[in-house]
């Protein structure tokens, strides 16, 4: 039961992204029954429902205009914005805000025992990761003819299992790298969660709506500087 009236925001079900974004749109005042496992959670006090998925689909969401607002990553943003350029299509969003949560790195990664001086030592090698777009970007800018080797999950294992040379892959504090014989050489890309707003024409109660959360999102950010 979806009411083209109610503000449609995406966030992430569970996972990393989670406990910043419901806090934050409780900080803001949104006011949920949240039941586990349910798709949709209404907003008992503004007109707002959510939609609780995989962060994945979140850009999707977004771009599609299946939803007005979402909270995602903006590694997956990127990658998920480039990966639909490539197949022709609609990937326009506008980012309405960069939020204190989420924080990571998507780092280039190789084995210990691996010469490495720069990112030329990649040349004609396979690198393993979940982000192929923005290593293949980061590959031509940097003039470096290597392979970008999708794998969806165990990227870190990827060199042992002889599958890639080297990884391209989230950190944070570089333990799971550690702990694989890894360490990691150069960062391609920081990211952090963003609030995203569909393209398109919005009904005036909702654009007021949005305006008006947006308002609060600030006012929490500047009280917690
Ligand atoms: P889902 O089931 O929703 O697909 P997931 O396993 O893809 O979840 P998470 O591990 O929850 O995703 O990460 C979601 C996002 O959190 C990442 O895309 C990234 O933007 C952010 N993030 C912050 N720190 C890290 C980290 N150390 N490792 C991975 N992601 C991180
Ligand atoms: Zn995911």
Redesign the pocket.
């Known amino acids: 039961m979806t009411d083209r009236n109610r503000l449609r925001i995406a966030v992430?079900?569970?996972?990393?992204?989670?406990e910043g974004s419901m806090e934050l749109l409780k900080a803001i005042g949104v006011k949920l029954s949240i039941r586990d496992r349910l798709l949709i959670a209404h907003a008992t006090n503004l007109p707002i429902d959510l939609l609780r998925?995989?962060?994945?689909?979140i850009p999707g969401l977004v771009m599609d205009g299946v939803v007005d607002l979402g909270f995602?990553?903006?590694?997956?943003l990127e990658e998920k914005m480039l990966e639909r350029q490539a197949q022709g299509k609609q990937f326009q969003y506008k980012t309405l805000e960069r939020l204190e949560?989420?924080?990571?790195r998507l780092s280039l990664a190789v084995p210990n025992e691996m010469d490495y001086q720069n990112v030329q030592s990649l040349q004609g090698k396979k690198v393993a990761t979940?982000y192929p777009f923005l290593l293949e970007r980061f590959f031509r800018e940097q003039n470096v003819d290597a392979k970008a080797v999708m794998l969806n999950g165990s990227v870190e294992v990827a060199p042992r299992a002889g599958l890639a040379d080297a990884i391209c892959?989230?950190?944070?504090?570089g333990a799971?790298l550690e702990a694989n014989g890894l360490v990691e050489k150069d960062v391609i890309f920081r990211?952090?969660?963003v609030l995203i707003q569909r393209s398109g024409d919005m009904l005036d109660s909702k654009q007021q709506l949005i305006d008006k959360l947006l308002t609060r999102i600030n006012g929490v950010m500047q009280a917690r500087e």
């Open positions: 992430q079900k569970s996972g990393r992204l989670c998925v995989r962060d994945d689909d995602i990553g903006e590694n997956e949560f989420g924080g990571c979940t892959d989230l950190v944070s504090t799971t990211s952090k969660a």
